[in-house]
């Protein structure tokens, strides 16, 4: 069966810090997505980064990082230099498709950060 | 534009009352998606739909019908609502284009239900 842990489920850290947000799947699958997701305290859930399961290459997007493993079946984002604006429930997502059907998305617990100024 | 719509944004709603939620899509994706997000914050899919077709069907009450009129519309229905049915409901669409390509979700801004 999928499942995505996300095990954090808040975390502070004090600006300018760098956190990371860890996150573990399961899934049968050998074709399969993983997601991150921003979820802002006005509510809309922003996507952040979509992933395949062959590309383990580690992405870097301005502060943000993400580091795909499958040996340990995690897929973790590294926030550096946090900023306040960065305070939000994260989302890890996994999409693959049980049974070779249709997709379907299983989503984290999330966990929220709270950039304290 | 706005890549997915719902409508209303909030809804405050006695028990027992009947109640819709309008998603809108303007993407040209196939398929869309109904999640329940609770005050845990905890996201679950509810239905997912592929050209008006209904292909994933969780475990939902059956007082929760979606329709789609279209593939660029997904509704969902709630009869006889309960307290339990407070939380926000997100619409999302993918383009879902062949079975070894998954696209990414895109998500409305939500619809805050209260039932009292």
């Known amino acids: 069966a999928q499942k995505v842990t996300q095990a954090q489920t808040e975390i502070s850290v004090v600006e300018k810090e760098d956190v990371t947000l860890d996150c573990v799947y399961e899934?049968?699958?050998?074709?399969?997505?993983l997601f991150w997701y921003k979820q802002p305290p006005s509510g809309e859930l922003v996507f952040l980064i979509r992933?395949?399961?062959?590309?383990?290459q580690n992405e870097i997007s301005g502060r943000y990082s993400w580091n795909f493993q499958k040996s340990t079946s995690s897929f973790n984002f590294t926030i550096t230099a946090s900023q306040v604006v960065d305070s939000a429930v994260y989302f890890c997502?996994?999409?693959?498709?049980?049974?070779?059907?249709?997709?379907?998305?299983?989503f984290g617990i999330g966990t929220k950060l709270q950039v304290i100024p | 534009d706005t890549a997915v719509s719902q409508t209303p944004k909030y809804l405050v709603t006695q028990m027992g009352n009947d109640k819709s939620i309008k998603c809108e899509q303007n993407?040209?994706?196939?398929?869309m998606y109904w999640y329940k997000q609770d005050s845990k914050k905890f996201l679950k899919i509810m239905f997912s739909?592929?050209?008006?077709?209904?292909?994933i069907n969780e475990t939902v009450p059956n007082r929760f019908s979606p329709k789609s009129p279209d593939k660029a519309h997904l509704n969902l229905h709630i009869n006889s609502l309960e307290l339990g049915d407070s939380a926000v409901y997100f619409c999302?669409?993918?383009?879902?284009?062949?079975?070894?390509?998954?696209?990414?979700?895109?998500f409305g801004p939500g619809t805050r239900l209260t039932v009292l």
């Open positions: 999302a669409s993918s383009q879902d284009r062949a079975p070894l390509v998954t696209d990414t979700q895109y």
């Open positions: 899934t049968r699958d050998t074709t399969y997505y």
């Open positions: 992933r395949n399961s062959f590309d383990e």
């Open positions: 997502a996994l999409s693959d498709r049980p049974g070779g059907g249709y997709q379907k998305v299983t």
């Open positions: 993407l040209g994706h196939d398929t």
């Open positions: 739909y592929n050209n008006k077709e209904l292909i």
